[in-house]
């Protein structure tokens, strides 16, 4: 049995979770780190028990010679990490989104395909269980023919930082059930309800100090309609709110003959309801799934499953190395979801419906600045 030698870049907050993951798999090592912050490198090394982080990644690349490296940084810092361990026959697992813009994530997954290595993105839900067990719901019929998806954000942030950050995920959760977009229709609000315009685009550090480097951004409220190509039909909402609630962030499925609910980020809540309607007096029946839910000891996992999700990310890039396949959670994939969020924007800035895919990569809310003549 082989083990993999895993290094991790960007030493932060999913820098520790990606890190105990793969101490947590019998089929890992973990090697070494790079982070560019001495007191934060300082502190992941003590930890984690390495010999040695670097404060340069591709020195790290170069000396450790790691089989799979695992980007955690932000996503600006996507792209040449990526690039640079591909054309050293390295694996990578990527945070989400995979790039600043398609360009960026077209050449990614493509220079990927060349060196023949597997690019894999944190889109954490696509490892849930409950996903199967949903897909064999509407497969035995039991909520009817799937007609119809509702996506729900989280709120807590404006929509624009919530589409590149959280609807990167809920996106490609959408695109699981329903496969690939055909169209989108969108329109972008202010918050008071003024439509949002080229002069509304801002920096998503500008929207928010406090999110991530997600590049330019717009809107903060957002409504978009999707048809997908298996005759799916789709709303996804970023409503603003100001207090955010995980258990209210996921999706409805809706059938002709009943809906499935699942909700949360990481950890799955999952209800389903049997009949055409689903009235307000008309109670949900959850439904759980233990192993995914309960430890070992059958006792509640800490943080709803991160770790027992984040294992299963590793453990299902380590079988698609080794079968030769794309991860679950692919770097296409990430580029079909980053593509949903572009259609979105582009499909406001037009105000009509938009299909996939774009012809234009470019970042459409640059091209609409420069066509503005906005610097």
Known sequence: MKIYRVAVIGLGGMGNNHALAVQADDR???VGGAEIDPERAHVWKERFGVEVVFDDYEEMLDQLEPDIVINSTQSPLHYAPTLAAAQRGIHIFCEKPLARNLVQ???????????KVKLAINHIKRVSLYNNLVLDLITKGEIGQLIHLKAIDKGGRKSGNALIGMGTHLYDWMRLFAGDVEWVHAHLLQLNGQESTVYDIKDAQEMNPKDYSDGLVLGERCFASFRFKSGIHAEAAFLAETQGDDKGYGIDLIGTEGRIAIRESVGTTMFIHRGQRHLPQQNWEQV???????????????????????RLMIRDLINAIEEDRDPIASGRGGVASMEMINLTWESH?????VYAPLEIREHPLERWRREEGIT
């Not at 994530?105 to 060196?115: G, R």
């Open 288 to 310: 759980y799934i233990e192993e995914e839910d309960n430890d070992e000891k059958g006792q509640p996992r800490k943080n709803r499953g991160r770790l027992y999700l984040q």
């Open 28 to 30: 890992c090592q973990l």
């Open 105 to 115: 994530a077209d050449e990614m997954v493509q220079v990927c395909d060349t060196y």
């Open 349 to 353: 800035r037009r105000k009509e419906r």
